[in-house]
């Protein structure tokens, strides 16, 4: 009997629990209430910004933030929040256009996007969005070698520096699959987005052989061991050199001759977006000038917009090579574009091979 | 010789365990934001930490959501303890090895799977959201803790209190909870701590515009983790040092004044 009882209660208790939170779920609905979902990079936007907007539009900004690609992807796929902006990255973009997700743009709503966004950055853009769609320019950058200048006499201009036994335990390698391997094919002058398996066997054996003179494989930490001079060389995201020679002015970044990764960070409309009308708003309000050149400031990652980079005050900044390389300079420049399944798979593959040499 | 090696290995483990955290200590007073150069004291950091409101939320947001879902994960876990003792051997296994296993299993189902499980209901994402995930992950260790104690407890003490008038209610406060006590304070503790540092099954569950300290870190990687964060974990692992000493220092005392009473 007692047994019963508490049973009944249980019972009687979940049910409740479960009528009050589906009661929850249904006031959820959507449409246009005056809010703009945003999902973007971590520290990846002056908090100035997003206050500035919402003031001058009135739209409740919820902004989110994920750090991968690919920890955002199975979110914004799923739908278990509906962004109304996100901001990936090439390769990325090309993926959610294959499976449907975005939504195309309408560019009468995006002034701002078509005056000030340069037009070599919308047809480097091609390269993942073939018409110019789905996305607009965010942020912008190169993977290139970072050398300290006491550590190295010669000239830098070649990837095969990373190759030289004389700098021994002193390179660091990118860890991650697309960037070590960007680094191999482009120094046997292949596409970084090859998915020849001759190409990229000799790719691997390219980095096995390397292997030996690599001091550590890193991510971020490049930047913090460059500055501590740990390292005499190391493979960078161009938006962290430009940190990295503010701490410590030793240190010189170079784009090798052979060609190397061109990213670009986008803003796109995910598909189930509740409030496309402000995600447009959003996106131009982002691409004015004014607060491109404020999230320049703050990011330190190079914008796509000229008005904005034309405004920099800081001369050494605003012709920096760095920042602002001249893209019509180089013919080798690729952005990673999406490989598909397989792709994805063989590629790991051999990057697991590498890495358990 | 011998003294010379248990000291060395002693030293040894502890600069293992606190090393890390000295470190992380020290930078938190690091002028420069680069974790590999000194570039002199200052307390910037915790002054700009506590004008920082998103971590402040993200704070507060973390330790709401493991009092609550520990405390309630504690009342559920507990129940659960009681159902299954008075079951029979055989059942008591089965139901013991059903709330193992989400414990073994591995975070990202869980949180994947959590995340499915609300969309197909349509529960929007949010703070319920984590809060409910959190309490789901938090009651087999708290079973685990509570039942170890529930068994070693004489039912017949139940019964002399039923005899004696007692109701039901006041029968299992009066007589059984002072004995699982401990453990579950030891369940509620570990629900706490587990619930203090998750990262992946809340990553799956949270809405936009709501992070709990973990997802905040997360979010940063790329960026390079700003240095307000290092002053934060500074004042929680001083916190927690104080706590403890506290803790001991009073439960001595207590201990120390029942025994000075039994003596008398």
């Known amino acids: 009997m007692k047994k019963r009882k508490l049973l009944a209660l249980t019972l009687a208790v979940s049910i409740t629990a479960a009528t009050l939170l589906s009661g929850c779920g249904s006031s959820s609905s959507g449409g246009e209430n005056g809010q703009v979902v945003v999902y973007n990079w971590g520290e990846y936007i002056d908090p100035e910004a997003i206050a500035m907007f919402e003031e001058e539009t009135g739209i409740e900004v919820i902004y989110d933030e994920f750090e991968t690609n690919e920890m955002m992807y199975p979110k914004v796929e799923a739908g278990a929040t509906q962004y109304d902006v996100v901001c990936p990255s090439d390769y990325m973009i090309q993926k959610m256009i294959d499976n449907d997700l975005l939504m195309q743009l309408d560019f009468s709503k995006l002034p701002n996007a078509t005056e000030h966004i340069g037009e070599q950055y919308w047809e480097q853009s091609r390269q993942f969005d073939t018409d110019n769609m789905y996305s607009v320019p965010y942020c912008w950058g190169t993977v290139g070698i970072l050398y300290n200048k006491t550590m190295v006499d010669e000239p830098v201009t070649s990837w095969s520096i990373l190759w030289d036994e004389k700098y021994k335990d002193n390179i660091l390698m990118q860890d991650s699959v697309r960037d070590a391997f960007m680094v191999a094919l482009k120094l046997n002058g292949n596409s970084m987005n090859t998915t020849n398996e001759a190409e990229l066997e000799a790719a691997k054996e390219a980095l096995i052989e390397q292997k030996p003179l690599v001091q550590a494989y890193v991510i971020d930490q490049v930047r913090d061991k460059m500055i501590g001079g740990e390292a005499a060389i190391g493979v960078i995201y161009s938006g962290e050199a430009i940190y990295t020679q503010r701490e410590n002015p030793d240190l010189e970044y170079v784009i090798p001759e052979e060609g190397t990764n061109i990213w670009i960070d986008s803003w796109v409309i995910p598909k189930n977006a509740q409030n496309a009308e402000n995600a447009h708003k959003f996106i131009d309000f982002m691409c004015r000038p004014d607060i491109a050149l404020m999230n320049f400031e703050y990011i330190t990652y190079s914008t796509p917009n000229v008005t904005a980079q034309s405004m920099i005050e800081d001369d050494d900044i605003r012709n920096s090579s760095i920042a602002f390389p001249d893209l019509s300079q180089y013919t080798n420049l690729e952005t990673y574009s999406y490989l598909g399944e397989e792709g994805d798979a063989l590629y790991n593959a051999l990057w697991k091979e590498v890495k358990s040499y | ?264």
């Open chain 2, 1 to 264: 010789m011998k003294t010379f090696f248990k000291r060395f290995y002693i030293a040894i483990i502890f600069i293992f365990l606190y090393a890390p955290i000295a470190t992380l200590i020290i930078l938190s007073f690091n002028k420069s934001k680069t974790r590999s150069k000194w570039g002199g004291f200052t307390l910037n950091w915790y002054i700009s930490l506590f004008e920082d409101e998103t971590i402040l939320q993200a704070l507060w947001n973390t330790l709401l959501i493991a009092v609550l879902s520990s405390l309630i994960a504690v009342v559920i876990g507990t129940a659960a303890c009681i159902a299954m003792q008075s079951m029979s051997k055989k059942m008591r296994t089965v139901f013991m090895g059903i709330t193992n296993i989400p414990m073994l299993n591995a975070d990202i189902v869980t949180g994947i799977s959590l995340m499915l499980l609300y969309i197909s209901f349509g529960i929007r994402f949010g703070f319920s959201t984590i809060l409910l995930s959190h309490i789901t992950f938090n009651i087999p260790y708290v079973i685990l803790s509570v039942m170890p104690r529930m068994k070693q407890l004489n039912p017949h003490t139940y019964e002399a209190a039923l005899d004696l008038g007692a109701s039901h209610i006041q029968a299992f406060f009066k007589v059984v909870f002072p004995e699982i006590l401990p453990g579950i304070m030891t369940g509620f503790l570990m629900a706490f701590t587990m619930s203090l540092d998750d990262f992946i099954i809340t990553h799956f569950t949270k809405g936009a515009g709501i992070d709990t300290l973990s997802t905040k870190i997360y979010s940063e990687v790329r960026k390079g983790i700003k240095p307000e964060m290092y002053a934060l974990s500074t004042i929680i692992f001083i916190t927690v040092i104080v706590l403890l000493f506290v803790i001991n220092v009073s439960g001595k005392k207590s201990s120390q004044n029942t025994k000075n009473k039994a003596q008398r």
